[in-house]
């Protein structure tokens, strides 16, 4: 078979993987030089795919990494694993434009376009059909097929990868669902069919939302429980054994990634369009975790206070800057706004974090080698509980630490969130 892989980022390469581990020849689009030139060298970008598959994916003569759609031609299946951020608030729908308009050059009677790029309901058939069919003068359901299968790659992970964690799918006609089933049948355990099209865009709206909403509960709680003086941590801790009718989720400093602070403004965006009205708890999570980076920034504030320093020229370490743990994905991180914030307030930053790569390091900031480059700083932000660092040697320092991930050992200099 071959398969187009359209993106090669945190979605599209670990599919590629998979791809050509199972046999298939994928030619690998992403139109980002930098990108095209470290697979073509062998050096992966995401953490879950180390170098030495990328180079046997390579040597293998059956991965093809492109920045050119003619080499798309005689696909039997595509993939399109492209952006979708958000501008202004707005959908940003012009990669899924992009690419389905290239691709539909190149379709041909009985192949299928698979998308797995997040967005809204009714994306699929009301955008991308039109598009794969005037650009290929072919009939979609008849033709070609056509389906849509939301991503749920989460990196880092281990205990769920992207074989054994169940992939929702579903097709544009039965016929279509019947090809997106035999694709990724060759390459997951459990495909799990739906409806249609639109029920598996919301099925992915729905999942982040879910997560969205309850981070947007303890971030909450973590700011009126500091208040009121009482250890969120500890009732988080305690609620966690019911082992019925609760699931945990933890504070911080707020979300980011693609898909918590986009997903859901997808759908309250298609809700508001479609229907007209507003979907409240969306809205309302969307302004409690946008406003986190802003509450640790006072905290911070507050803190230096106490040992009567001001943020205005202090010196201020950020522990982690990526979203999630033990990852190098900067997308949507808190940690740009706080050190926007920072930077804004006049305080000279410096952040460790050894998994950003040199070219995705913020400007402004300083880089710290180890733990023991944070010695001297006024404060210590922990933003990401990153593995790899040392937090007991992090409160031995006898630096002030804020920790909003609750993972530095109790001391006297630690605050937590």
Avoid at 158 to 173: A, R
Avoid at 207 to 228: C, G, P, S, Y
Avoid at 248 to 261: A, N
Wanted: proline share 6%; aromatic share 6%.
């Amino acid at each position: 078979m071959k398969l187009v892989v359209v993106g090669q980022g945190y979605v599209g390469l670990p599919v590629s993987m998979r791809a050509i581990e199972v046999g298939h020849h994928v030619i690998g689009l992403d139109l980002s030089e930098v990108r095209v030139t470290d697979l073509l060298a062998g050096r992966s970008y995401v953490e879950d795919i180390p170098n030495a598959e990328m180079q046997a994916a390579l040597d293998s003569g059956r991965f093809q990494p492109s920045r050119d759609y003619a080499d798309a031609a005689g696909f039997d299946v595509a993939v399109i694993t492209v952006p979708t951020p958000l501008r202004d608030s707005l959908p940003d729908l012009t990669f899924i434009e992009a690419s389905g308009a290239s691709l539909a050059e190149h379709i041909r009677p009985g192949c299928t376009v698979i998308l797995e790029s997040t967005t809204y309901p009714g994306t699929t058939d009301e955008l991308l059909v039109p598009i794969l069919e005037r650009g290929s003068g072919l009939t979609a359901g008849t033709d070609f097929h056509v389906g849509y299968s939301p991503e749920r790659i989460d990196p880092g992970r281990t205990d769920w990868t992207f074989q054994t964690t169940p992939k929702v799918v579903s097709g544009l006609t039965p016929e279509s669902l019947e090809k997106v089933l035999e694709f990724y049948a060759t390459i997951i355990d459990t495909p799990v069919p739906v409806k249609g099209m639109r029920e598996a865009e919301l099925t992915k709206l729905m999942e982040n939302t879910f997560r969205h909403v309850n981070i947007a509960l303890v971030n909450e709680l973590a700011v009126f429980a500091h208040q009121l003086g009482v250890d969120v941590w500890d009732s988080i801790r305690a609620a966690d054994t019911k082992p019925f009718g609760f699931m945990k989720f933890t504070p911080g400093p707020g979300v980011g990634g693609h898909c918590l602070p986009v997903d859901p403004s997808y759908l309250s965006w298609a809700v508001k369009k479609d229907l007209g009205q507003t979907f409240r708890f969306v809205e309302l999570a969307n302004d409690i975790n946008e406003n986190q980076p802003v509450h640790v920034v006072e905290r911070v504030m507050r803190l230096l206070n106490q040992d009567k320093k001001a943020l205005n020229g202090a010196r201020v370490a950020l522990a982690g800057l990526a979203y999630k743990r033990d990852s190098s994905d900067l997308r949507e991180s808190p940690s740009e706004v706080v050190i926007r914030l920072l930077h804004e307030y006049g305080a000279e930053v410096t952040a460790l974090d050894t998994w950003i790569l040199d070219r995705a390091w913020p400007e402004r900031v300083a880089r710290a080698q180890g733990v023991e480059d944070l010695r001297g700083q006024d404060i210590v932000v922990v933003l990401t509980d990153h593995t790899d660092v040392d937090y007991q040697a992090l409160a031995d320092l006898g630096v002030r630490v804020f920790d909003t991930r609750h993972v530095v050992p109790s001391a006297e200099n630690v605050s937590v969130l």
